[in-house]
């Protein structure tokens, strides 16, 4: 079993940053690979990163490549969101995810996700 924490959200003006964080408990933590997804109001889940847990490869959506970066401190059973250059259609509730899915982007392939962390960018 693993549980997921997110935290780190809150609310940021346009152009501005914010580091989300994600614990994790659990002692097979270094052995999932993490995802995060995002939900906007009246929208689905999207998918935003994910960073495997063997060679540290990571994918990001278009939306957001180039202005968040993933990471993770298997020392620390956290992994982290870098979000820089925020913009509004940033503003989501943020949730991490971990499993060892085939398709990376798929919210059915994650085996454990968190509670969410709201993040609001304002213009």
């Known amino acids: 079993q693993v549980q997921l924490v997110e935290s780190g959200g809150g609310l940021a003006q346009a152009g501005g940053s914010l580091r989300l964080s994600c614990a994790a408990s659990?002692?097979?933590?270094?052995?999932?690979?993490m995802g995060w997804f995002r939900q906007a109001p009246g929208k689905e889940r999207e998918f935003v990163a994910f960073?495997?847990?063997?060679?540290?490869?990571?994918y990001y959506s278009d939306s957001v490549k180039g202005r968040f970066t993933i990471s993770r401190d298997n020392a620390k059973n956290t992994v982290y969101l870098q979000m820089n250059s925020l913009k509004p259609e940033d503003t989501a509730v943020y949730f991490c995810?971990?499993?060892?899915?085939?398709?990376?982007?798929?919210?059915?392939?994650?085996?454990?996700w968190g509670q969410g962390t709201q993040v609001t960018v304002s213009s």
């Open positions: 960073i495997s847990w063997n060679d540290g490869n990571s």
């Open positions: 995810a971990a499993g060892n899915p085939q398709r990376v982007a798929w919210l059915s392939q994650y085996d454990y």
């Open positions: 659990g002692r097979t933590f270094s052995r999932y690979s």
